[in-house]
């Protein structure tokens, strides 16, 4: 049985072998990776114009028209200074990025045709609101959010066309599913209401996994932070996989409660059953989620990708990585 085998019955709930696994290398020794990504080319007509500042920020631009600033030494992926839809006349005249050219898949066209036997997700850049809100910068779109919710709905709606466009190229090239990060929650709660969350943007969502599904596509969501608030509304809607590097603000109890409804991805908790540094903790962590998650289908675990920059020995996701396959493994 391949790996996307046992992805799909993973997905389907359907007594899959063992759980899906997606880690990467440890030590230099590969560990078991269900899955292939794939992903948009770079614009090569595009120009960063990158320089820097006064005060020694490096600062940007991407393809949506953003200007972007860190600092280096301090700060990773830098914030939006300067957005392109300054006022909500901009809108009318703004024209987004060319990610619906099918020339920038053809490398990921080319990488899945060379790995059938894993389950081939394409990276799309939204539902909406992940490139939505830098469009305006994240503090003056949450204010039109409850200022001009209709505008929000329209540069949302601009934005959802693209990205349907992505799912398309995605299906034509031969992806499984499609992949998209979008952060909804702070530690203990969404970003928005959930009234507003339910009248501004579940559109966008219902839009997003109706349109894959009927190409034949599975959607895959990430996204940090607590958003439990929301996670009843995703399973109606059909979202196929959740995936969260914190399951513990959730709770494994509470996300058990959608288990044969939903399928999960996730590592051990990063920031509380990780950070503890414990193997027994660690391990017993993983066989619990392993029990309430993933018996029958629903859950994938996989690893952190950035290690450094939660302070994390790479060992301590070896650990939970041994429980996984162990717990993990059902047989036929």
Partial sequence: MTSRDIIRRVLERDRPPRIGLSFSAYEGRPRINDLAG???????????????????????????????????GKTKGGEVIEAPIKTWDDLDSYRPPSLDDPARYENAARAFEQCTDRYRLGSISACSFNSARYLRRMEQYLLDCAAEPERVRQLNRMVSDLVLAEVSIYADIGADGVFFCEDWGTQDRLLVSPRMWREVFRPDFERLISHAHSRGLTVWMHSCGCIADIVPDLVELEMD??????????????LAEFHGRVTYWCPVDIQTTLQSGSQETIQQKAREMVEKLGVGGGFIAKDYPDEFSIGADPAWQQWAY???????????
């Fill in 241 to 254: 996989v959740l995936q969260f590097d914190q399951p513990d603000l959730h709770g494994i109890d509470h």
């Fill in 322 to 332: 041994e429980a996984f396959v162990e717990a993990g493994t059902f047989g036929e």
């Fill in 38 to 72: 794939g992903g948009p080319a770079a614009d090569l007509s595009f120009d960063e114009r990158r320089y820097e500042d006064e005060e020694g920020g490096e600062c940007w631009w991407d393809e949506w028209g953003c200007l972007w600033r860190r600092i280096p």
